[in-house]
């Protein structure tokens, strides 16, 4: 395994989780939905909107804590609220305020001088910026600031330039803002996202290997951090791309200088095939999204993929119980009906007949009828069989919740979002187990036969590829 893979693998662990996508989005349509219905008498969650900061431009990565909205306010609130007598840029975020209020009643919501602020409990904040559409495809916002004033911005512009940089490198660009972010948090980095995409912007657009793959990725490392030392300790300003606006910033260039020093003795360390001590230099770096064994990956990947088998078995062993329990339901069914026609045709043989054999057959039927039906009650066929299905139904939701899961991680969520899901099934399971009726050996024959396997708790690759999908089986994959 190659640097190309452990870079790829610290990427793909640095990209927000489909569950932090999904929760960002449900905000966002309820905010969204208020504003409209209040301030547009609109019936939508998604007119009007877009993101903007770091998630905007894709190059948050899962620690981030402000979620960044623009709202494009209609034009008539403009007019309305630029007459005001006063601050009235207070006023018009007052009034924004109060709208999403009545989404969020028990959030914390306040004004910071241009924003409407939104923090929830689970520590994420969304900053709502409520701004009109200029004649310079721009936006005008209010600032509440020093008695009120209305300023302009040109996020689109921003994001697009940003957006073109990207493709045109490879997909680099965004990767090397992600990156820069987890070096920041892990080494307490006086940075804002708006300064490293920036800086980021500016670096790779003249770096000779800019649209290369994840192989070159530790050059980049270093390229970047000897680039950001140099930037001169006295400027207090860089250029937004698209826009031209002042990002301001400074104090990085001393951690920027050690990062430098510390990717060139990795980079040393892996041409003397010191893997292991290189990835611990980067891992210092980016923090622990880089593993330092990929193994911590594939054996986790192992253990959901034996936990996929071991419910896969289980589920449709109890299907299969549950079927021999409806066929034995419906043969004891059918016997107590022959039971009972041959028992009345005895009995009308001993009453009409001048022979007593008709008495003693009617007696021996009925005394086997009397055993079907005490067994019948006594062990409860439908009944269990039903049981039987509830717990296969169950374990089916599980299964399918694994087998999400799988996809999930190769797909690139973070590895603590899949450990999290993994322990909430794993402790599901333990439930489910615990409650299940006992099954038998004949049961679980047919269900070996079933998913065509004949082992009873050990799962081979070659025995998991025959239940998971094609795209899940495992095999080398092309850096």
């Known amino acids: 395994m190659g640097v190309g893979e452990w870079f790829q693998g610290f990427c793909g662990n640095i990209r927000i989780g489909a569950n932090e996508r999904g929760s960002f989005a449900y905000r966002t349509g309820r905010i969204v939905g208020q504003l409209n219905a209040d301030l547009r008498s609109l019936a939508s ?28 306010l209609p034009a008539v609130l403009y007019e309305r609220f630029d007459k005001y007598q006063g601050n009235g840029q207070s006023a018009l975020l007052a009034h924004v305020r109060t709208s999403i209020q009545q989404t969020y009643p028990t959030s914390k919501i306040g004004g910071d001088g241009q924003v409407v602020v939104i923090a929830f409990n689970d520590g994420v904040t969304f900053e709502v910026l409520p701004a009109f559409l200029n004649k310079a495809d721009g936006y005008t916002f209010a600032d ?47 940075m804002s996202g708006m300064l490293i995409d920036t800086l980021a912007y500016q670096f790779i657009g003249a770096w000779q290997y800019r649209d290369k793959s994840y192989v070159y990725y530790d050059w980049m490392t270093r390229d970047f951090f000897e680039f950001l030392a140099g930037q001169n300790t006295t400027q207090t300003y860089w250029s937004a791309p698209g826009s031209g606006s002042r990002v301001y910033g400074s104090g990085f260039q001393y951690k920027a200088r050690q990062g430098e020093l510390r990717t060139r003795e990795a980079i040393d360390n892996q041409q003397h095939k010191y893997d292991y001590t290189a990835k ?30 071991r419910a896969a078995y289980t589920h449709k062993t109890h299907q299969k119980m549950a079927d021999n329990y409806v066929a ?8 107590e ?101 006992r099954t038998n050996a004949k049961a679980y024959a047919a269900a070996q036969k079933a998913l065509k396997d004949s082992e009873e708790l050990f799962f081979t690759d070659e025995e998991l590829n025959k239940m998971l999908p094609k795209q899940l089986s495992t095999k080398q994959k092309q850096l």
């Open 280 to 309: 611990q230099i980067y891992r210092g770096l980016y923090g622990s999204a880089f593993l330092v064994s990929q193994t911590l990956t594939s054996a986790l990947d192992s253990q959901l993929r034996e936990m996929y088998g």
């Open 144 to 190: 509440s600031n020093g008695g009120g004033s209305w300023r302009t911005c040109q996020p689109k512009q921003e994001m697009a330039a940003f957006s073109t940089r990207n493709s045109a490198c490879n997909g680099n660009l965004v990767e090397l803002a992600r990156m820069t972010r987890a070096w920041r948090d892990q080494n307490n980095v006086p």
């Open 45 to 72: 969650k998604t007119s009007y909107r877009f993101y903007v900061g770091s998630y905007g431009r894709s190059t948050a990565i899962p620690s981030v804590s402000d979620v960044d909205l623009l709202y494009e």
């Open 328 to 335: 034995r339901y419906k043969r004891i069914k059918i016997a």
């Open 337 to 437: 009906i022959v039971l009972s026609a041959a028992t009345a045709s005895s009995l009308l043989i001993a009453i009409f007949g001048d022979k007593p054999i008709g008495t003693i057959i009617g007696a021996i039927l009925s005394a086997i009828l009397l055993g079907f039906t005490l067994y019948f009650k006594e062990a409860s066929l439908g009944e269990q069989g039903q049981l039987h299905t509830e717990v296969g139904a169950k374990l089916w939701g599980a299964r399918e919740a694994l087998l999400s899961l799988l996809v999930d991680l190769q797909d690139g969520r973070s590895m603590d979002e899949v450990r999290r899901e993994r322990d909430r099934l794993n402790a599901a399971l333990e439930d489910i187990y615990k409650a299940a009726p």
